[in-house]
């Protein structure tokens, strides 16, 4: 992807120029659909038992394409025979309270390495005496062309799978995709992407874990083209008809058992630097959650190129749709 070509709104386009590639060729970043949620008691065995529907319905989705899954602390991955969820994880809601609940399954391809993929769903589920970790969470990667196909059928899914854990909060649309765990440890591939097109999402999450792990876990992380709110910061905001009065053109209040998400459109946007354009959607739910968004960060989330301070990056982005 070349600096004066900017991509199209489209996901064909997105998924094929869409990409940083090493000199050997290798995919080391690329823009996708990412989806995060966030909620509460990961530790409970019926919330553990939602956890692995929501990957039954993932993989069921995408049978096609994703090809192996990781057991919990194993170094390699297992390749998956496509039937149904793996039989390491079929039982995992009976493990305990006090044990971790870790699933994660992908598309490999052989020839990309470690290429952050399309297809790509993690799951954890916080055990019950970890207070450093009283935030749960789900991470999921779509390929454009699937969401820009039918988006009334990705705003279901997402309906659904909230109401599932009870989110708290979360957010979807296109975004830089990542190896988790290897955000901040590695060189810092997706930051280009990031720089050039603001309305992409990011989220770190086993460093976001570690950022709230002494608090500021309730609080509206981000938001994006999808911004789940819980009940709670429903409730700090005014209500529902006080979220609903503040919407903009095009935009729309989608209901979950125990919260809403704001929609900033029909479709997820990617916005341009080079000709500062944000989506007005996008700038009017930063608004609406701006009183409760975390900006509490020590460290930052963000690693940047040129040594430059995370911390501040990461404010800067987080604040880049005010």
């Known amino acids: 992807m070349q600096a004066h070509d900017p ?4 996901p064909e386009d997105i998924e094929t120029r869409g990409v940083v590639r090493k000199p050997s060729g290798a995919i080391v970043s690329r823009i996708g659909v ?6 509460l008691d990961g530790w409970k065995h019926e919330k553990r038992e939602q956890l692995l529907l929501i990957l ?3 993989v069921s989705r995408f049978s096609d394409k994703v090809t192996h899954y990781q057991k919990d602390d194993a170094r390699s991955l297992s390749r998956w025979d496509g039937e149904g969820l793996p039989g390491d994880y079929r039982s995992l809601a009976d493990i305990g309270a006090h044990k971790q609940l870790s699933c994660h399954m992908q598309h490999v391809d052989p020839k990309g390495g470690d290429d952050p993929s399309l297809w790509r769903i993690m799951l954890r589920g916080f055990a019950k005496n970890n207070a450093a970790r009283p935030l749960s969470g789900i991470k999921a990667h779509f390929p454009p062309t699937y969401v820009f196909a039918d988006p009334e059928r990705f705003v279901e899914l997402v309906r659904t799978w909230c109401g599932r854990v009870d989110a708290i909060h979360g957010s979807a649309g296109l975004g830089v995709l990542t ?3 290897r955000e901040t440890t590695e060189e810092p591939y997706h930051y280009q992407l990031l720089r050039r097109y603001p309305a992409l999402e990011y989220d770190a999450m086993g460093n976001y874990w570690s950022e709230t792990r002494k608090g500021g876990y309730e609080q509206p992380r981000s938001s994006n083209w999808l911004t789940i709110l819980g009940q709670q ?4 905001l005014g209500g529902v008809q006080s979220i609903q009065s503040r919407l903009g053109p095009g935009m729309t209040l989608e209901h979950y058992e125990t919260g809403v998400i704001i929609r900033a459109g029909v479709l997820p946007q990617l916005g341009d630097a080079a000709t500062n354009t944000i989506p007005d959607a996008y700038q009017i739910a930063a608004r609406i959650i701006k009183p409760m968004r975390y900006e509490g960060y020590k460290w ?3 690693k940047v190129p040129d040594k430059s301070d995370w911390l501040e990056e990461t404010l800067k982005w987080v604040r880049r749709f005010d």
Do not use: E, T, W
Not at 34 to 39: E, I, N, R
């Open 7 to 10: 991509l199209r709104l489209d």
């Open 233 to 236: 910061n429903v409730a700090a």
């Open 179 to 181: 190896v988790p765990g």
């Open 300 to 302: 930052g989330v963000i």
């Open 34 to 39: 990412l989806l995060s949620v966030y909620f």
């Open 56 to 58: 039954q319905d993932y």
